[in-house]
């Protein structure tokens, strides 16, 4: 049955389920976009598929003609880095998810760290450097192992864990491909944890554990990656507890809004360090928002209407145009 708040607040008009897109991440938002759109008729309610080309700025308007609602399921470029829901607000169209300003904040992470930095949410020590940065000297400042990122990119893609010196420079290069100046970071030890969040509530703790080296793109959506996911994450209360309590705050920190995945790192010291906000997470069979809310008590269906929900509330409240 539908939700019936959601029914109401769409009166009859669809939900038009943005997915596919043109990033390095097409193929996970097509898995994506395909079980929220499932998900919402099987509920029962009216929905169209669009998938997002680039001619979208110019003729998506059109597209979403009569639409209740625009339910974003694009991951990386044109879907979490602002451009998407900037279109979306000048048309006057509600639409799920963080506005436009926390999704740029949250997919450039020097930003994000600056805005982490500014409340008080420990993050990992780190820089932007040239490709032509000297191996040595980053070595020397970060020690080894060390981990080299693109700035703006999602899902992994590009990440290095550096343990010698001499795999810095192609690190870098590697970085540098996906998205402007690569990103330098401390090496924290210890368990991978991510956090859901879902409207102002931290969902509970899910731990990683990959067989290859890190959470990498390979270990979050290959089906025979072997990753294990822990729900909740077996971590003493107190610790769970601060998983929570940092996730909202760097979930706030960078004004998102709805709902977001905060990943983190716990050291063998039981240090926490909040890594990155994701603000359009997957939601295939493999990821993370769902099974947190699962652990909750919310079913993928009701998942994806509480998150449609809440967007129309805000906008029909007079809050749909917000950071």
């Keep these: 049955m539908a939700n019936e ?4 607040l769409l009166g009859g008009r669809p939900v038009h389920v943005l997915y596919g897109g043109f990033s390095n991440e097409r193929p996970v938002s097509l898995v994506s976009g395909e079980s929220v759109a499932a998900a919402l008729e099987g509920a029962g309610h009216r929905v169209v598929r669009v998938d997002v080309d680039k ?23 044109f879907g979490e880095d602002g451009e998407i829901q900037e279109i979306l607000e000048g048309w006057g169209t509600p639409y799920t998810g963080s506005g436009p300003q926390a999704s ?44 080299i ?19 810095i420079a192609a690190a870098l290069a590697e970085a540098g491909r996906h998205s402007g100046v690569p990103l330098v970071e401390e090496f924290i030890p210890g368990r991978e944890l991510t956090v859901g969040i879902l409207g102002d509530a931290a969902l509970p703790v899910i731990e990683l554990r990959a067989r290859k080296q890190f959470y990498d793109y390979e270990a979050k959506y290959a ?9 909740p994450a077996p971590v003493d209360a107190a ?19 709805h709902f977001s ?63």
């Design 239 to 257: 610790v769970a507890a601060e998983a929570g309590r940092l996730s909202l705050a760097a979930h706030r920190a960078l004004g998102c809004r």
């Design 55 to 77: 001619g979208f700025a110019s003729e998506g308007n059109a597209l979403l003609a009569g639409t209740g609602l625009a339910f974003i399921v694009l991951h990386g470029e």
């Design 5 to 8: 708040s959601l029914k109401r």
């Design 149 to 167: 990122k693109p700035s703006c990119s999602g899902s992994s893609i590009g990440v290095t864990i550096v343990r010698e010196a001499g795999q």
């Design 104 to 147: 740029r904040l949250a997919m450039d992470k020097a930003l994000a760290k600056k805005e982490f930095a500014a409340a008080g949410v420990p993050t990992p020590r780190w820089e932007g450097v040239p490709r032509s940065a000297r191996p040595d000297d980053l070595a020397g400042r970060y020690g080894l192992p060390l981990v």
């Design 223 to 231: 089906d025979d990656a072997g990753t294990e996911y822990l729900c």
């Design 261 to 323: 995945r905060v990943d983190l790192r716990l050291t063998p010291e039981g240090r926490l360090s909040v890594l990155e906000v994701n603000t359009i997470p997957g939601f295939t069979s493999h990821s993370l928002l769902p099974k947190a809310a699962a652990a909750a008590g919310l079913d993928f269906r009701a998942l994806v209407e509480r998150i449609a929900a809440m967007a129309l509330g805000d906008f029909s409240g007079g809050h749909g145009h917000g950071i």
